[in-house]
């Protein structure tokens, strides 16, 4: 039988990245076919290749067997494959009816004919088994439900193959199970669903085949019914596994944060830790399992519903981060642009944002000269290029603007410092430096909660590993137990 | 001190400014030699009396993220407040503080708004716009307050050292305005929370508050225009500072400040100020038609702006 769609020997960079080489790949009518690897694998562009939002730099991709180039994802969608993406791409504020016809509605004149758009967004609705209303407006919906109308709208534009990516990240049990006999009853009519997931146990319930990427190269593809846990971590890991090196000197003193039972409804539940001087703690697990909602809320950006904090044995539990700062924990974002970074000003009022007071007299006037003496010391420290307080920040490499963000919060001086996903989008000698600046940390006795999805920075760093799946501190691993393949196991299974 | 403090616009774009005043003044003194003339010029800077304050106030909200349409509106209430309280019988400090008082609460509601219920400042300060406008005319019924205390009018007409009074605290508001923002910590904190409130925030800085103080201190400003304006024309009315908030907000971007929040300078904008001004006076002597006088203006802040933006893509660019 001729795959629907196939991609031979396809390879992507970016910049000078290689994110994909070699990939080759069928996907059968009338079957599921997942990819599963570790965050940073190429699932993502591999998924952006085949829904036209990306071109291949080598390499073939074919559909019923002919060579074709997608010119974007409007051309993707017009030989049916649609793509729902991990960001949903609705209209909030339209009926489901507008939301699954977009583009397609039925006019006369240009006058959409309302009766005829709902009929058909109902019957595919109905063709899914959703009895979803579609004069209602989507924003009454959950992200299940939301999930539901975008496919419903990739089969009204009548596609034949579907593309998930993590569909079911985002979803209650009941809801992701619902999804998945939606995507088994779609493939008994004859469709194929390319299937990217994280959750090996729900791929190996639903995948015909399952396709393994580590480091942008395709490792294996199984049978579903033949393949296993054990073999799909393994594959996706790739390497046997390492104990954890004696990587930061000293061992760790008394515990200095202690958290028990920290949650929040529909983001995190039960985590508790310890945290204790002189140690660096990884926060493993998968995108989305809730490691960086935990990390937020100890800072005191988000609400703590349940549990308890101690700080050196004193209550803890900081309404801003405002306050969390003053009593020493300092916390770098994952997300810099958003979040860190004040682009249009100066390196020098990027560092000292969260020191002002250092710098300033005490009747709050700035001192020009003793704030860019400061900046410079930490830009130095930490090898910022250019090395000039007075540049724009917004002018910077990824890896510089990380420096900078590292340096403001060095120049708070942390007693607990939590990073997350400290080398995010930086290059490899940012990296190095800013691995080297968390050893040095801890060394001196700071508590370092290190959140990264990067499985070999975590064990390369980290004393104990705390893996969270799903919301939920799963396990807390000693550096004996702690490596590549059991970090993994816990997070996905 | 500029290059540490690190705004968008920065020195550059004051010379720039700087340099179009003096060209336009120079070939205006040499086509009208009238212009150069003490009278003329003290008539140009009386004229920007009331604008100053505004156009502070406005460069202020603009730096941390926001717009405000009320200025204006604050004004005409603030003057009405102040005048009928002296119609009342009250003494002319508390008639002042009155006035100022009703300001703050206007832009109290403001920052509030923003902040704690998080909308838009241009859908807020346009209701608090007509509302404040609205109020204003209630109050008077759409009359002129007049019958002023003879000493409430001095205070606009008084003269020191040559320059009508209301110059010199204008002056004196403009440097310590400029100084302030770019050194004073709470102020300064504005560009901050212009550029990234959420980045602010988990730097510890109290987005909220400095916000809602902007807010404040920019209605506040908008009353001591009004003060001026009371006392120099001797009444209170409704229909004051019309449209002043959109000059303001034409000066300020003139002089750097940014829609996306982060940027601006006080002298900046007080140079846009004058450049309007001079636009402004040249049409008089000129004997041009008024008419096209707005023209004018709009052509020259639609210039400064796109010549703003291409330099910025250029920058962009490069980098």
């Known amino acids: 039988m001729t795959a629907l769609v196939a991609l031979d020997g396809v390879s992507k960079r970016f910049g000078r990245n290689t994110v994909l080489q070699d990939v080759s790949l069928q996907v059968a009518p009338g079957s599921i076919h997942a990819v599963v690897g570790e965050n940073g694998a190429g699932k993502s562009t591999l ?67 309302r009766a005829e758009l709902e009929a058909r967004a109902g ?3 109905a063709r899914i088994g959703s009895a979803l209303d579609p004069s209602q407006p989507l924003s009454g919906l959950g992200i299940g439900e939301q999930q539901v109308v975008e496919i419903a709208r990739a089969l009204e534009r009548r596609a034949r193959l579907l593309i998930l990516d993590e569909p079911t990240a985002a979803l209650t049990d009941h809801d992701a199970s619902r999804l998945l006999d939606v995507l088994r009853d779609l493939r008994a009519k004859g469709a194929a669903v390319l299937y990217v997931s994280h959750r090996l146990a729900e791929v190996l319930s639903i995948a015909d085949t399952i396709s393994v990427l580590r480091d942008g190269r395709l490792v294996a593809t199984l049978q579903g019914a033949e ?60 995108i989305g399992a809730g490691r960086t909602e935990v990390a937020r809320a100890i800072f005191g950006a988000d609400a703590l519903v349940t549990g308890s904090m101690t700080l050196d044995g004193a209550p803890f539990r900081p309404r801003s981060p405002r306050e969390a700062i003053a009593l020493g924990v300092s916390y770098l974002t994952e997300d810099r642009r958003a979040l860190g970074l004040f682009p249009g000003l100066s ?15 005490r009747l709050g006037f700035l001192r020009p000269e003793r704030l860019k003496e400061a900046a410079m010391a930490f830009l130095r420290r930490l090898d910022v290029r250019p ?107 | 001190m500029e290059e540490v403090q690190g705004k968008r616009a920065g020195v550059g774009r004051e010379a720039v400014l700087l340099a179009t005043i003096l060209v336009l003044a120079a070939a205006l003194s040499v086509a009208r ?36 349409l009320s200025l ?81 009018l001095a205070l606009g007409r008084e003269r020191f050292l040559l320059l009508p009074v ?51 201190i920019s209605a506040l400003l908008a009353g001591v225009a009004a003060l001026f304006m009371s006392s120099r024309l001797g009444m209170g009315y409704a229909r004051f500072g019309e449209l002043a908030e959109l000059r303001a907000i034409a000066a300020a971007v003139l002089g750097g400040a940014s829609f996306s929040g982060g940027a601006g300078s006080i002298l900046g904008s007080a140079l846009g100020v004058l450049l309007l001004a001079l636009i402004q006076n040249g049409f008089v002597l000129l004997n041009l038609s008024i008419h096209w006088q707005n023209v004018a203006t709009g052509l020259v802040l639609l210039l400064a702006i796109t010549i703003d933006a291409l330099r910025r893509r250029h920058a962009g660019e490069r980098a």
């Open chain 1, 47 to 113: 998924m952006n290749i085949l829904s036209g939002l990306h071109q291949p730099d080598g390499g073939r991709l074919l559909i019923d067997g002919e060579v074709a180039r997608l010119k974007g994802p409007l051309d993707a969608i017009d030989r049916g494959i649609s793509a729902v993406h991990q960001e949903l791409s609705l209209f909030p504020n339209r009926t489901i009816a507008e939301n699954i016809m977009v583009r397609r509605e039925p006019a006369r004149y240009g006058f959409v004919k």
């Open chain 1, 123 to 125: 019957e595919a609705l």
């Open chain 1, 227 to 286: 393949a296993t846990e054990d073999d799909l971590v393994r594959l996706m890991v790739g390497r046997e596994p390492e104990p954890l090196a004696a990587r930061s000197a000293g061992a760790p003193g008394p515990d200095v944060l202690v958290a028990s039972n920290l949650g929040r409804p529909k983001a995190f539940a039960d985590v508790s830790f310890s945290l204790r001087r002189g140690e660096v703690l990884g926060f493993a697990g998968l």
């Open chain 1, 347 to 361: 390196l020098g009022d990027n560092v000292v944002a969260a020191s002002q007071p250092a710098v300033a007299s």
């Open chain 1, 387 to 493: 090395l000039d307080a007075s540049v724009e920040v917004a002018n910077l490499s990824g890896g510089n603007q990380q420096k900078v963000l590292l340096a403001r919060w060095l120049m708070a001086v942390p007693r607990v410092f939590i990073v997350d996903e400290p080398t995010r989008g930086v290059d490899v000698g940012a990296k190095g430096r800013i691995h080297a600046e968390i050893q040095d940390l801890a060394r001196s006795g700071v508590s370092v909660l290190l959140v990264s999805s990067d499985l070999r920075e975590v064990l390369a760093l980290s004393h104990r590993v705390a893996v969270f799946r799903a919301g939920r501190l799963v396990r807390i691993l000693e550096a004996a137990e702690a490596n590549e393949e059991t970090v993994m196991r816990y997070a996905a299974l």
């Open chain 2, 33 to 68: 030699p009238g212009f150069l003339n003490s009278e003329n010029l003290i008539s140009i800077a009386t004229g920007m009396v009331y604008d100053l304050p505004i156009a502070m106030a406005a460069t202020l909200v603009l730096v941390v993220g926001g717009i405000d």
């Open chain 2, 72 to 152: 204006g509106a604050v004004l005409a209430l603030s003057s009405v407040v102040t005048t009928l309280s002296l119609r009342a019988g009250a003494p002319i400090p508390l008639a002042i503080l009155a006035g100022l008082a009703v300001a703050a609460a206007v832009g109290a509601l403001n920052g509030l708004l923003v902040t704690r219920f998080r909308l838009a400042p241009f859908i807020v300060t346009l209701g608090t716009m007509s509302l404040a406008r609205g109020a204003a005319v209630v109050l008077t019924s759409g009359y002129m307050v007049a019958g002023l205390p003879p000493a409430f």
């Open chain 2, 166 to 216: 209301a110059i010199w605290i204008v002056a004196a508001l403009l440097i310590a305005g400029h100084t302030l923002l770019l050194r004073y910590r709470p102020l300064h904190d504005a560009f901050y929370v212009g550029q990234n409130k959420e980045a602010a925030r988990l730097s510890g800085l109290r987005a909220d508050a400095v916000t809602t103080s902007v807010y404040v």
